[in-house]
Protein backbone atom coordinates (compact mmCIF):
# COMPACT_ATOMS: atom_id res chain seq x y z
CA UNK A 1 0.00 0.00 0.00
CA UNK A 2 2.80 2.78 0.95
CA UNK A 3 4.40 1.73 -2.10
CA UNK A 4 1.35 2.39 -4.26
CA UNK A 5 0.88 5.72 -2.35
CA UNK A 6 4.78 6.86 -3.00
CA UNK A 7 3.87 5.75 -7.08
CA UNK A 8 0.93 8.16 -7.48
CA UNK A 9 2.84 11.03 -5.59
CA UNK A 10 5.97 10.23 -7.85
CA UNK A 11 3.58 10.68 -10.70
CA UNK A 12 2.06 13.59 -9.41
CA UNK A 13 5.47 15.35 -9.42
CA UNK A 14 6.37 14.15 -12.40
CA UNK A 15 2.98 15.73 -14.41
CA UNK A 16 3.71 18.84 -12.37
CA UNK A 17 7.10 19.24 -13.47
CA UNK A 18 6.19 18.47 -17.08
CA UNK A 19 3.21 20.87 -17.30
CA UNK A 20 6.35 23.31 -15.58
CA UNK A 21 8.23 22.90 -18.63
CA UNK A 22 5.51 23.66 -20.98
CA UNK A 23 4.42 26.57 -19.26
CA UNK A 24 8.59 27.74 -19.31
CA UNK A 25 8.43 26.25 -23.31
CA UNK A 26 5.72 28.34 -23.74
CA UNK A 27 6.86 31.24 -22.40
CA UNK A 28 10.06 31.36 -24.40
CA UNK A 29 8.34 30.94 -27.91
CA UNK A 30 6.31 33.92 -26.87
CA UNK A 31 9.39 35.95 -26.00
CA UNK A 32 10.79 34.19 -28.99
CA UNK A 33 8.02 35.64 -31.17
CA UNK A 34 7.87 39.07 -29.54
CA UNK A 35 11.85 39.17 -30.17
CA UNK A 36 11.03 38.76 -33.43
CA UNK A 37 8.15 41.16 -34.13
CA UNK A 38 10.50 43.51 -32.46
CA UNK A 39 13.12 43.11 -34.88
CA UNK A 40 11.08 43.36 -37.79
CA UNK A 41 9.37 46.71 -36.39
CA UNK A 42 12.70 48.03 -36.03
CA UNK A 43 13.82 46.94 -39.44
CA UNK A 44 10.88 48.93 -41.00
CA UNK A 45 11.13 51.98 -38.85
CA UNK A 46 14.97 51.84 -40.66
CA UNK A 47 14.08 50.83 -43.81
CA UNK A 48 10.96 53.98 -43.87
CA UNK A 49 13.60 55.98 -42.14
CA UNK A 50 16.15 55.27 -44.97
CA UNK A 51 13.52 56.09 -48.15
CA UNK A 52 12.32 59.14 -46.19
CA UNK A 53 16.31 60.52 -46.19
CA UNK A 54 16.89 59.29 -50.22
CA UNK A 55 13.41 60.70 -50.97
CA UNK A 56 15.16 63.58 -49.70
CA UNK A 57 18.41 63.62 -51.02
CA UNK A 58 17.12 62.35 -54.86
CA UNK A 59 14.17 65.54 -54.81
CA UNK A 60 16.41 67.83 -53.31
CA UNK A 61 19.08 67.19 -56.28
CA UNK A 62 16.74 67.11 -58.84
CA UNK A 63 15.07 70.85 -57.68
CA UNK A 64 18.75 71.85 -58.48
CA UNK A 65 19.45 70.48 -61.42
CA UNK A 66 16.07 71.67 -62.67
CA UNK A 67 17.14 75.31 -61.36
CA UNK A 68 19.73 75.25 -63.21
CA UNK A 69 18.13 73.92 -66.24
CA UNK A 70 15.31 76.99 -65.85
CA UNK A 71 18.79 79.23 -65.81
CA UNK A 72 20.22 77.60 -69.33
CA UNK A 73 16.93 77.79 -70.56
CA UNK A 74 16.46 81.59 -70.03
CA UNK A 75 20.45 82.29 -71.54
CA UNK A 76 19.78 79.94 -75.00
CA UNK A 77 16.58 81.93 -74.95
CA UNK A 78 17.92 85.49 -75.09
CA UNK A 79 20.14 84.26 -77.57
CA UNK A 80 18.01 82.56 -80.06
CA UNK A 81 15.75 85.61 -79.36
CA UNK A 82 18.64 87.89 -80.60
CA UNK A 83 19.54 85.50 -83.67
CA UNK A 84 15.71 85.36 -84.55
CA UNK A 85 15.35 89.20 -84.48
CA UNK A 86 18.31 89.51 -86.25
CA UNK A 87 17.05 87.62 -89.24
CA UNK A 88 14.12 88.78 -89.07
CA UNK A 89 15.83 92.37 -90.24
CA UNK A 90 17.31 90.44 -93.13
CA UNK A 91 13.80 89.01 -94.15
CA UNK A 92 11.05 91.07 -92.67
CA UNK A 93 8.36 88.67 -94.60
CA UNK A 94 10.11 86.09 -92.02
CA UNK A 95 7.10 84.96 -89.60
CA UNK A 96 7.62 85.06 -86.02
CA UNK A 97 5.76 85.53 -83.28
CA UNK A 98 5.90 88.66 -80.87
CA UNK A 99 7.42 86.78 -77.76
CA UNK A 100 10.63 85.46 -80.18
CA UNK A 101 11.22 89.34 -80.96
CA UNK A 102 13.52 91.33 -78.84
CA UNK A 103 15.13 94.88 -79.38
CA UNK A 104 18.72 94.31 -80.74
CA UNK A 105 21.39 97.05 -79.38
CA UNK A 106 23.46 96.57 -82.53
CA UNK A 107 20.81 97.09 -85.08
CA UNK A 108 23.10 98.28 -88.13
CA UNK A 109 22.49 97.42 -91.42
CA UNK A 110 26.25 95.87 -91.72
CA UNK A 111 25.87 91.97 -92.70
CA UNK A 112 26.82 89.61 -90.07
CA UNK A 113 27.65 86.31 -91.35
CA UNK A 114 28.20 84.42 -88.36
CA UNK A 115 24.92 85.97 -86.69
CA UNK A 116 23.48 84.29 -90.19
CA UNK A 117 25.07 81.03 -90.79
CA UNK A 118 26.67 79.98 -87.20
CA UNK A 119 25.43 76.74 -85.46
CA UNK A 120 22.89 77.27 -82.59
CA UNK A 121 23.88 76.16 -79.17
CA UNK A 122 21.74 72.51 -77.83
CA UNK A 123 20.16 72.56 -74.69
CA UNK A 124 21.68 69.78 -72.10
CA UNK A 125 19.15 69.02 -68.99
CA UNK A 126 21.12 68.73 -65.90
CA UNK A 127 20.04 64.62 -65.33
CA UNK A 128 22.21 62.85 -63.16
CA UNK A 129 20.27 62.51 -60.13
CA UNK A 130 17.14 61.74 -62.35
CA UNK A 131 18.74 59.20 -63.64
CA UNK A 132 20.31 57.47 -60.55
CA UNK A 133 17.01 58.40 -58.98
CA UNK A 134 15.22 56.22 -62.00
CA UNK A 135 17.87 53.23 -61.57
CA UNK A 136 17.23 53.34 -57.43
CA UNK A 137 13.63 53.11 -58.17
CA UNK A 138 11.89 56.24 -57.71
CA UNK A 139 8.22 54.24 -56.90
CA UNK A 140 10.12 53.13 -53.90
CA UNK A 141 11.26 56.76 -52.73
CA UNK A 142 8.03 58.78 -53.92
CA UNK A 143 4.82 57.48 -53.89
CA UNK A 144 3.64 60.07 -56.04
CA UNK A 145 3.16 58.87 -59.46
CA UNK A 146 1.62 61.85 -61.03
CA UNK A 147 4.84 63.85 -60.22
CA UNK A 148 7.45 60.85 -61.53
CA UNK A 149 4.96 60.82 -64.51
CA UNK A 150 5.76 64.72 -65.02
CA UNK A 151 9.55 64.10 -64.53
CA UNK A 152 9.56 61.76 -66.93
CA UNK A 153 7.36 63.52 -69.38
CA UNK A 154 9.52 66.84 -69.06
CA UNK A 155 12.99 64.56 -69.99
CA UNK A 156 11.30 62.24 -72.64
CA UNK A 157 10.37 65.62 -74.35
CA UNK A 158 13.46 67.54 -74.18
CA UNK A 159 14.88 64.38 -75.74
CA UNK A 160 12.45 64.01 -78.51
CA UNK A 161 13.23 67.88 -79.37
CA UNK A 162 17.20 66.96 -79.68
CA UNK A 163 17.20 63.74 -81.22
CA UNK A 164 14.75 65.80 -84.19
CA UNK A 165 14.22 69.21 -84.05
CA UNK A 166 18.41 69.94 -82.75
CA UNK A 167 19.25 67.14 -85.31
CA UNK A 168 17.45 68.85 -88.73
CA UNK A 169 19.14 72.00 -87.34
CA UNK A 170 22.69 70.60 -87.40
CA UNK A 171 21.70 69.21 -91.03
CA UNK A 172 20.72 72.17 -92.12
CA UNK A 173 23.35 74.22 -90.96
CA UNK A 174 26.21 71.68 -92.72
CA UNK A 175 24.31 71.81 -95.92
CA UNK A 176 24.21 76.02 -95.36
CA UNK A 177 27.86 75.89 -94.74
CA UNK A 178 28.94 73.57 -97.38
CA UNK A 179 26.97 75.22 -100.45
CA UNK A 180 27.72 78.70 -98.94
CA UNK A 181 31.47 78.06 -98.35
CA UNK A 182 31.92 81.16 -100.56
CA UNK A 183 29.97 83.95 -99.24
CA UNK A 184 31.05 82.96 -95.49
CA UNK A 185 34.56 83.04 -95.90
CA UNK A 186 34.60 86.22 -98.74
CA UNK A 187 31.43 88.00 -97.30
CA UNK A 188 30.45 89.55 -100.51
CA UNK A 189 27.34 91.24 -99.04
CA UNK A 190 28.31 93.72 -97.07
CA UNK A 191 24.63 95.36 -96.05
CA UNK A 192 21.48 93.69 -95.71
CA UNK A 193 20.70 95.65 -98.50
CA UNK A 194 23.24 94.16 -100.43
CA UNK A 195 21.78 90.96 -100.29
CA UNK A 196 19.74 90.18 -102.88
CA UNK A 197 20.38 86.11 -103.27
CA UNK A 198 16.39 84.64 -103.47
CA UNK A 199 17.89 81.18 -103.03
CA UNK A 200 20.05 82.14 -100.27
CA UNK A 201 17.37 83.89 -98.27
CA UNK A 202 15.48 80.68 -98.85
CA UNK A 203 18.18 78.84 -97.37
CA UNK A 204 18.59 81.13 -94.06
CA UNK A 205 14.87 80.75 -93.92
CA UNK A 206 14.69 76.93 -93.53
CA UNK A 207 17.75 77.02 -91.43
CA UNK A 208 15.95 79.96 -89.53
CA UNK A 209 12.40 78.34 -89.47
CA UNK A 210 14.19 74.70 -87.49
CA UNK A 211 16.07 77.35 -84.78
CA UNK A 212 12.38 78.92 -84.35
CA UNK A 213 10.79 75.42 -83.50
CA UNK A 214 14.04 74.68 -81.29
CA UNK A 215 13.11 78.41 -79.65
CA UNK A 216 9.56 75.65 -78.19
CA UNK A 217 11.48 73.55 -76.53
CA UNK A 218 13.41 76.45 -74.09
CA UNK A 219 10.14 78.60 -73.43
CA UNK A 220 8.35 74.80 -72.16
CA UNK A 221 12.01 73.99 -70.16
CA UNK A 222 11.60 77.23 -68.72
CA UNK A 223 8.09 76.86 -67.53
CA UNK A 224 7.86 73.06 -67.02
CA UNK A 225 11.34 72.94 -64.97
CA UNK A 226 9.16 75.75 -62.78
CA UNK A 227 6.44 73.62 -62.21
CA UNK A 228 8.46 70.49 -61.57
CA UNK A 229 10.38 72.61 -58.72
CA UNK A 230 6.43 73.94 -57.01
CA UNK A 231 5.56 70.06 -56.87
CA UNK A 232 9.12 68.69 -55.39
CA UNK A 233 8.49 71.37 -53.09
CA UNK A 234 4.99 70.13 -52.07
CA UNK A 235 6.51 66.75 -51.92
CA UNK A 236 9.43 67.54 -49.79
CA UNK A 237 6.99 69.42 -47.40
CA UNK A 238 4.28 66.62 -47.03
CA UNK A 239 4.43 65.07 -43.35
Known amino acids: MIKFFRRIRYDLMEKNKTGKYLKYAVGEIVLVVIGILIALQINNWNEAKK ?3 DKMEFLNGIKNEL ?3 SKRA ?3 ILRYQKHLSYFNMV ?3 FDLHE ?3 IPLLDSSNVLNYKRLMNKPSPFVPNNGTYQSFI ?3 SVKIVKNKELIIDLQKYYSIIEDYNSGIYEKINSIESQLNWKRAYE ?3 EPYKTIEDLNDKQFIA ?5 FNKIHDYLRLLFYVKEEANELIIGIDNELNKK
Open 74 to 76: DTL
Open 99 to 101: VDL
Open 184 to 186: KKY
Open 91 to 93: DST
Open 135 to 137: YYG
Open 51 to 53: YTN
Open 67 to 69: QLD
Open 203 to 207: ELNQF
